[in-house]
Nanobody, 123 residues
Framework: QVQLVESGGGLVQAGTSLRLSCAAS????????MGWFRQAPGKEREFVAT????????DYAGFVKGRFTISRDNAKNTVYLQMNSLKPEDTAIYYC????????????????WGQGTQVTVSS
């Protein structure tokens, strides 16, 4: 089992930044590819970003490229999502997730999920 706990969400104005953190425990963190997803009210959960086990390979959804950066610190068992130039449409609950597989775009590929952290961006 892997336990994931997100933090760092909040209410911010458009154009500002937030950094989300996700602390993992329970298994060897570096065995897992990590991902960030988000879910807005009335919408399906969608892929935001992913990072490979050693942090070398990253991929992003098109709507966050150039604004968000995913990173990880395997010594601290933590994955981060730096979010810059936030827009009101970024408002959602953000979830981190872990998978031992290589697929990463679909939520079903992930075995473990955190409880989520709310991000609200006002205009």
């Amino acid at each position: 089992q892997v336990q994931l706990v997100e933090s760092g969400g909040g209410l911010v104005q458009a154009g500002t930044s937030l950094r989300l953190s996700c602390a993992a425990s329970g298994r060897t963190f570096s065995d897992y590819r990590m991902g960030w997803f988000r879910q807005a009210p009335g919408k399906e959960r969608e892929f935001v970003a992913t990072i490979s086990r050693r942090g070398i390979i990253k991929d992003y959804a098109g709507f966050v490229k150039g604004r968000f950066t995913i990173s990880r610190d395997n010594a601290k068992n933590t994955v981060y999502l730096q979010m810059n130039s936030l827009k009101p449409e970024d408002t959602a609950i953000y979830y981190c997730a872990a998978t031992q597989g290589d697929s990463y775009y679909w939520a079903a590929a992930y075995n473990y999920w955190g409880q989520g952290t709310q991000v609200t961006v006002s205009s």
